[in-house]
């Protein structure tokens, strides 16, 4: 009798887990087929002596040697790293002043909300459009407001950071709305018993709003970590690279690593370094943001 109701037991799960089954089968063969599959077949690229036409002899370890005493990719590896220096804080913290600013003014705030998401719509090219006219030298927007006839994107120390105020003014519109949806998720209520005992300016947002934000401020360092990590657009249509390499990504040194020079295995070599480097980094950053939302930052 006790197996009897073990197996109805079993099978009842079963059947209250199959609309989970199905439901998460269409993510689960898009993931094996479109991700990890690729990755696989990439890994695999990587220990082979492989161009973009053929699949040549099995290698082993030898492009990773190769990559661990390649200086270029160390030079792009360092870019990518000063990239997002430059990007992943002005963007956290900008896109939580906007949305303060939105959620503070109530009668502007939508032409507000529009305002500083419409860049983000913008297509990459139609950004880069738009930031290679305002660093013109002679006919620039930013040169004739400074007085000044700078070459941004040529100058070797100036030519990233353009690129990366640029990314700034175009995606900030994004952490804005994750921003604006963590602030608005705050109880109004918290806000008039803090008013009623006398706190006011600082002392609400340091008492009520920071640290219900915390969570969200630790959800955009990793994503905004990973998206600057994955930059090639940008600096692939404004600079190509230049001057002399100092905007030339690990993405954009992979991908002339393949369809340049048409070496696929070392390429994809790069690619699967570059992934390592990414979820070591990202881990990071999410341990960091645990402990930032449990308050001890």
Avoid at 99 to 106: D, G, K, M, Y
Avoid at 107 to 121: K, N, S, T, V
Wanted: charged share 10%; proline share 4%.
């Amino acid at each position: 009798m006790a197996d009897f109701y073990v197996g109805q037991t079993a099978g009842a799960r079963c059947r209250e887990g199959l609309p989970a089954l199905m439901l998460l089968a269409p993510f689960g063969i898009a993931f094996t087929v479109f991700f990890l599959l690729p990755t696989l077949q990439t890994f695999y690229m990587s220990l082979t002596d492989s161009s973009l036409t053929r699949t040549n002899a099995f290698i082993g370890i030898a492009n990773y040697v190769t990559l661990v005493q390649d200086p270029s990719f160390w030079s792009a590896v360092g870019n990518t790293f000063y990239f997002a220096l430059l990007t992943v804080i002005p963007l956290t913290a900008l896109g939580l002043v906007m949305a303060l600013l939105v959620n503070h003014f109530t009668r502007a705030g939508a032409w507000l909300q529009g305002a500083f998401f419409l860049p983000y719509i913008l297509p990459i090219s139609v950004m880069t459009l738009i930031a290679d006219w305002m660093l013109q030298p002679s006919t620039g927007v930013i040169n004739q407001v400074l007085g000044i006839e700078r070459a941004w994107l040529a100058d070797v120390s100036w030519a990233l950071p353009s690129v990366a105020i640029a990314t700034v003014w175009w995606t900030v519109g994004f952490n804005m709305l994750m921003f604006l949806a963590g602030l608005r998720n705050i109880p109004a209520d918290l806000y008039e018993a803090a008013a009623l005992d006398g706190a006011r300016g600082f002392t609400l947002f340091r008492t009520i709003t920071w640290p219900a934000i915390r969570p969200v401020v630790g959800l955009a360092l990793v994503l905004q970590l990973i998206a600057s990590m994955k930059v090639f657009g940008q600096t692939y249509i404004l600079t190509v690279g230049g001057p002399f390499n100092t905007t030339r990504m690990t993405l954009h040194y992979m991908y002339e690593t393949a369809f340049t020079q048409s070496d696929a295995g070392y390429a994809a070599a790069i690619a699967m370094a570059f992934v390592a480097i990414v979820v070591a980094l990202s881990l990071a950053q999410a341990a960091f943001s645990r402990w930032l939302s449990r308050g001890k930052a």
